[in-house]
């Protein structure tokens, strides 16, 4: 899976993140408390707050199994 930070419409950053570990309390947390410090002048100057998206990341294996079936 990818945690991606979107400011508005543009995608400032994107991390890979482990599935297994999603459950686990403050995991996603950490990654987002990481951008906005990373991010701070940028968010400040903007004037808006991040939106995160978690998606699915499609591996060349498991794409070349959804193309067979």
């Not at 987002?32 to 591996?59: C, M, N, S, W």
Request: charged share 20%; net charge positive.
């Amino acid at each position: 899976m990818k945690l991606m930070m979107y400011l508005g419409n543009d995608l400032i950053d994107s991390v890979v993140v482990n599935d297994m570990d999603l459950s686990v309390p403050g995991y996603l947390g950490r990654f987002k408390r990481h951008f906005k410090q990373k991010y701070a002048d940028l968010i400040q100057e903007t004037g808006t707050q991040p939106e995160y998206l978690l998606v699915p990341v499609q591996t060349p294996q498991t794409a070349g199994r959804a193309q067979k079936q």
